[in-house]
């Protein structure tokens, strides 16, 4: 399996980035797909889940209203468009299959994109 994760980069405080993974390996439209970030000292944590192909999501209390998790399937393409970016956003972003629609995930890993707000 692999989840190659671009789209991060430098940001100012407010601006915004969409952030994408493609993934390989795995039946993508069988999975319920989640983004998870991990920041500077801190542990790996749920950010946004969206289900195989209705389209329902879910996300964690911080990004709400502000990040929205869409993806492709005849693309095996999973997006996060991230707005009003903080300092509090800076992280290394993932992507992963996720066991149903929330934070529990499969133990599959890339390598993430980093994404960094400056204030």
């Known amino acids: 399996v692999q989840l190659q994760a671009s789209g991060g980069g430098l940001v100012q405080a407010g601006g915004s980035l969409r952030l994408s993974c493609v993934v390989s390996?795995?039946?993508?439209?069988?999975?319920?797909m989640g983004w998870f970030r991990q920041a500077p000292g801190k542990e790996r944590g749920f950010v946004a889940a969206?289900?195989?192909?209705?389209?329902?999501?879910v996300y964690e209390d911080s990004v709400k209203g502000r990040f929205t998790i869409s993806r492709d399937n005849a693309k095996s393409t999973l997006y996060l468009q991230m707005n009003s970016l903080q300092p509090e956003d800076t992280a290394i972003y993932y992507c992963v299959p996720t066991r149903g629609l929330g934070p529990i995930a499969y133990d599959y890993w890339g390598q993430g994109t980093l994404v960094t707000v400056s204030s």
């Open positions: 390996g795995l039946p993508f439209s069988s999975y319920p």
């Open positions: 969206i289900s195989r192909s209705d389209g329902t999501t």
